[in-house]
């Protein structure tokens, strides 16, 4: 059995640790109130204009834009979203994983822009190009968002990747959450050999869905990639805040089976004293 | 007299929605040039350049919003454009846009790259825009 001092050590040192936990529980629920009315926010922005781009690339005619178009490079980039830090359960492992099956399955040489710490030494380790790697451990901004779509374009223009996948999590519910890939480049239009649809009331493109397309595109680019980092930011505190609640439990239930044992080894050493003063006593009489 | 036709306006951002109002005329800055919503425009999309958009509210109340790229729809009775950074003349600061437009000619006359020369157009062009529209501080 422990002593009665190594138990009041272990005791005193869970207790500290469910401070700790408690309060990354505590800071983790007020990030995720925030992100969620952010979130509300970045979903209108960007399922609009997915909508917006995933309409227009619906007519035959958008084949001809420079982002429906195939590039001759076949190599492809993954902006792959994930945390700065840890803590917070299966989040980020599950991003990485399935950020690699879709490697494994698409076999072709990989570029990869890591948003989040995390995701770069995932990948990182496992032998994966890492050609950047951005933090997310500040709330999402646009104008990282912006930078990350430039970067992107670039590379694309330039005949760098031939396609363009963002991996993330989206947010479902607070205890729901699922990990994704997403093609952002190139567009998919519709088959050349789709039948033309009538002009008669439908959405107007001047001068046409491709010209379209090709001015509307960088700005798609951004907010679905805002979208993304908003999306994973909520699913990061969500899962903190779950990781976080649950640790804080069972240090919890950790204390209780401790001090439960330290009052039982108390209580045992108290009775033999008494047992033996009474033997002791009992046998000078 | 009757109250003229008007139409949803629906600005949103990264940060939320900037505005909702029925407005009687739009006029924007497309990246295929200026185009004007009035009540029963067809249905149609445009990608919008850097630039103003005039707002005739319902009740003929005329605002400016400088608009910094995004797209637009027109559908049904509603405009809505979503845009990565939209402000009102009041939240631009124009000795600070002034020294971003001085900054940008300074690296512009430099010999940089395709990239950097483009990137910095665009943040020229913002800097210009952000100057016409703080013209109109005082319209809020």
Redesign the interface.
């Known amino acids: 059995m422990p002593s009665l001092k190594h138990v009041k050590r272990r005791i005193t040192s869970v207790r500290s640790t469910k401070q700790i936990t408690k309060a990354m529980d505590l800071v983790a629920a007020s990030k995720l109130a925030r992100m969620k009315a952010l979130l509300s926010s970045a979903r209108g922005l960007y399922k609009g204009a997915d909508a917006m781009i995933t309409d227009a690339a619906s007519f035959p005619q958008a084949c001809g834009s420079v982002y429906a178009a195939s590039r001759p490079s076949d190599k492809i980039a993954y902006i792959v979203i994930a945390s700065d830090r840890g803590l917070c359960g299966g989040y980020n492992s599950s991003v990485g994983k399935l950020a690699m099956a879709h490697m494994q399955e698409h076999r072709a040489q990989e570029q990869v822009i890591a948003l989040g710490a995390r995701a770069a030494s995932f990948l990182d380790r496992r032998g994966k190009n890492v050609c950047s790697s951005h933090s997310t451990s500040s709330a999402p901004s646009y104008e990282q968002a912006q930078a990350v779509a430039r970067r992107v374009l670039e590379g694309y223009m330039a005949g760098e990747f031939g396609e363009v996948y963002v991996v993330f999590t989206r947010f479902l519910t607070t205890v729901t959450h699922q990990p994704e890939v997403v093609k952002l480049l190139p567009i998919e239009t519709a088959p050349d050999n789709a039948p033309l649809r009538s002009p008669v009331g439908e959405v107007r493109y001047e001068p046409s869905p491709a010209d379209f397309l090709d001015s509307a595109v960088p700005a798609y680019l951004e907010m679905m990639i805002y979208g993304c980092v908003v999306e994973a930011a909520v699913c990061e505190h969500a899962a903190r805040m779950m990781s976080m609640s649950s640790a804080t439990k069972n240090a919890q239930e950790i204390i209780e089976t401790l001090t439960l044992s330290y009052n039982r080894s108390r209580q045992s050493m108290i009775t033999q004293e008494i047992n033996e003063i009474v033997s002791g006593a009992n046998a000078l009489n | 007299m009757a109250e003229k036709k008007a139409f949803n306006l629906k600005v949103?951002?990264?940060?939320?929605?900037k505005v909702e109002e029925r407005a009687e005329m739009v006029i924007m800055r497309?990246?295929?040039g200026d185009m004007g919503v009035l009540p029963g425009h067809?249905?149609?999309?445009?990608?919008?350049d850097q630039g103003i958009l005039r707002i005739t509210a319902a009740g003929g109340r005329q605002r400016r919003l400088g608009v910094f790229?995004?797209?637009a729809?027109v559908?049904g009775d509603t405009l809505?454009v979503?845009?990565?950074?939209a402000q009102w003349p009041s939240e631009v600061e124009p000795e600070l846009a002034q020294a971003e437009r001085d900054e940008c000619l300074v690296r512009l006359r430099e010999e940089r790259d395709h990239?950097h020369t483009q990137?910095d157009k665009e943040l020229l062009n913002q800097a210009l825009v952000r100057i016409e529209l703080s013209e109109f501080r005082d319209e809020a």
């Open positions: 949103i951002t990264p940060g939320g929605v497309a990246t295929t067809e249905p149609c999309s445009a990608a919008l790229g995004g797209l729809k559908e809505t979503l845009t990565g950074l990239a990137r």
